[in-house]
């Protein structure tokens, strides 16, 4: 294989995974949410949301994987978005726990 190939193949792996990570990780705020537990959003959760940004952005650079990054970045902002929103509206409900 050429090195050419082979690059584009990596770029097209980055932005999958980049989109699986967004995927997974909305997947585990709803079923914390629908199971009532605490979400914990200073754990692995925004490990997940850095990881995913970090891929998507990496796969942008390739022309064949950019949709792919593209969709990667914007999970991440939405978990991004997600995050800030259920803060600010727990923050309005108690803010002096």
Do not use: D, H
Not at 84 to 91: A, C, E, N, P, Q
């Amino acid at each position: 294989m050429e090195l050419g190939t082979i690059k584009q193949q990596i770029f097209q792996w980055m932005g999958w995974l980049s989109i699986v990570t967004g995927l997974v990780s909305i997947a585990v705020i709803n079923i914390y949410l629908l199971w009532g537990l605490n979400v914990p959003i200073g754990k692995n959760i925004s490990l997940w949301l850095w990881v995913t940004i970090l891929l998507g952005i990496i796969a942008i650079f390739n022309k064949k994987s950019r949709s792919l990054g593209f969709w990667g970045i914007g999970l991440g902002l939405y978990l991004g978005l997600f995050y800030m929103v259920m803060f600010i509206l727990g923050w309005m409900i108690n803010p002096f726990p």
